[in-house]
């Protein structure tokens, strides 16, 4: 059993369209994270959620909204996409406790044209 | 402001090599934990090691090798007898003692392994 997993991997759309990509774990923890990595890999946090509650918010446009039905899930919607927002966005998840590592999803590549 | 660096972008070394990355940080905090992460063609992130600034004990796990000093600011990674498996991008982060892992990576260094 995959232990992130993100839906969808790949995602093309048009400019100002409105898009989500879904996450979930089955590790048990109560940490969930979006990262964005930019074209020349660089990596930053977006959000975080503890046991449903945005804990991190990063300086993010507000188009991007994260939402946390529950630990286990951590969806993000995008509204009126913009070429800039081309990346590839990891979800991952800890266990607030220990402060171990994150376990990373395989990624959404999103492409916006 | 925490920071990573990673000054080498690209790397290149034929099989069998040994290579060393270079990540050297930048933070306030007197408690913090050091990362390595693998970035594979496949893209997705693998954990290689997580090291507490407390434990400045070098680490040893097969081919990989860390070297910790905090007296430079440096979390050095080495690879011995480097295989083309090897071959990605390797990022060092940092967080601090929160229980939310908020990684500051650093710009990762592409390394490639010729047969």
């Known amino acids: 059993d995959t232990a992130v997993s993100q839906t969808p991997k790949y995602l093309v759309t048009q400019m100002g369209n409105d898009k989500s990509i879904k996450c979930e774990q089955n590790l048990g923890h109560d940490t969930m994270y979006w990262y964005k990595q930019d074209s020349k890999k660089f990596l930053k946090i977006m959000f975080s959620y503890n046991n449903k509650e945005l804990i991190i918010n990063e300086t993010v446009p507000n188009r991007f909204s994260p939402k946390s039905p529950d630990k286990a899930h951590l969806n993000l919607h995008i509204n009126s996409l913009e070429l800039g927002d081309s990346a590839v966005y990891f979800c991952a998840s800890s266990q607030w406790t220990t402060n171990e590592k994150l376990f990373f999803g395989s990624g959404t590549q999103l492409s916006v044209l | 402001a925490q920071k990573v660096t990673q000054a080498q972008t690209e790397i290149s070394v034929v099989e069998k090599e040994d290579v060393t990355l270079d990540c050297v940080y930048e933070?306030?905090?007197?408690?913090?934990?050091l990362f390595w992460y693998k970035q594979p063609p496949s893209g997705e992130l693998v954990f290689l090691i997580r090291?507490?600034?407390?434990?400045?004990q070098n680490e040893i796990s097969g081919r990989y090798s860390w070297n910790f000093q905090k007296s430079t600011s440096s979390f050095n990674f080495t690879i011995t007898a480097s295989q083309v498996v090897d071959s990605a991008v390797y990022f060092c982060a940092l967080s601090d003692i929160q229980g939310a892992q908020k990684l500051v990576f650093g710009q990762g260094t592409r390394l490639t392994i010729n047969p």
């Open positions: 933070t306030r905090d007197t408690t913090y934990y």
């Open positions: 090291r507490n600034s407390f434990d400045e």
